[in-house]
């Protein structure tokens, strides 16, 4: 019975690829509407993570530098998406 739930987790999954195009779809949001910047940053530290694979963590780091190199949010506002 084990065997059955780690198979069916791992089908729950989803592959790099599959997590980079909604990585991506954050990505586009947040560029339409400044306003779930705060949210989507938050949302995506835990898929970026140390232990993520490179691929996830390279997206991270550009996802990240553009969010703190954004002329659209006032210097507060990257405070506090950077305070998680």
Do not use: C, H
């Not at 963590?57 to 305070?83: C, H, Q, Y």
């Amino acid at each position: 019975m084990a065997a059955d739930t780690s198979s069916s987790s791992t089908t729950n999954q989803l592959s790099v690829a599959e997590q980079l195009v909604q990585l991506n779809q954050a990505r586009k949001l947040v560029l339409e509407n400044a306003a779930y910047y705060d949210r989507i940053v938050k949302g995506v530290l835990p898929i970026i993570g140390p232990t993520a694979p490179l691929d996830l963590r390279r997206w991270g780091a550009e996802f990240l530098a553009e969010s703190l190199a954004t002329p659209v949010l006032s210097m507060r506002d990257k405070e506090n998406i950077t305070v998680a």
